[in-house]
């Protein structure tokens, strides 16, 4: 069956808890909050873009985008996560499936760019890099990455939303 990306729709919420609780089970940079951040996302209307990778009727991954906001007042960039892939479907390019679609979604709402914490090894082939102006407190800037759809990057601090504090 081949893999379809959609917008996610309410009936997902259930399967996209599921398959975040299960990418990030032994994740070694994660806390196990991720769920708890795409409920916050979606209970705060906060989520931009909000996809799901589906097989054969299963929801096999998920990613998320939400506004950033930026210390010089730059408008129009995102923050990318989390990005959750179900752990049988993982390193079959359900992930990278997700990646290009939602980085598409968003240069259709007219975004300047994007940004994330990630592994900038994955993340580069879609065109992230590490930037020097910019900064996420308590996050190392080597897996502080982001790409431009065309605009300057900005300058200073980020925040995501308060929703990635989420831990229930």
């Known amino acids: 069956m081949p893999l379809a990306i959609r917008p996610e729709t309410p009936a997902d919420a259930a399967a996209i808890d599921a398959v975040t609780r299960a990418a990030f089970l032994v994740h070694p940079h994660s806390r196990q ?16 873009v909000s996809l799901v990778a589906e097989e054969a009727g299963r929801v096999v991954g998920h990613i998320a985008f939400s506004p950033v906001r930026l ?6 960039w995102y923050g990318m996560g989390p990005v959750s892939v179900a752990p049988d479907r993982q390193r079959a390019g359900t992930g990278s499936a997700l990646v290009e679609a939602g ?49 300057s990057l900005p300058t200073g601090r980020v925040n995501f939303h308060p929703a990635f504090a989420a831990t229930s």
């Not at 909050?33 to 931009?48: D, H, N, P, V």
């Not at 210390?71 to 129009?76: E, N, R």
Request: charged fraction near 15%; glycine fraction near 16%; proline fraction near 4%.
């Open 103 to 151: 980085l598409a979604w968003l240069r259709g709402l007219g975004a300047q760019g994007c940004m994330l914490v990630g592994d900038p090894a994955f993340y580069g082939r879609f065109g992230f890099v590490q930037t020097t102006g910019l900064e996420l407190e308590s996050v190392p800037a080597e897996f502080f990455l982001a790409l431009s759809f065309g605009a």
């Open 33 to 48: 909050t991720e769920q708890f951040i795409i409920r916050e996302l979606r209970t705060a209307g906060a989520l931009s």
């Open 71 to 76: 210390a010089d007042g730059t408008p129009g």
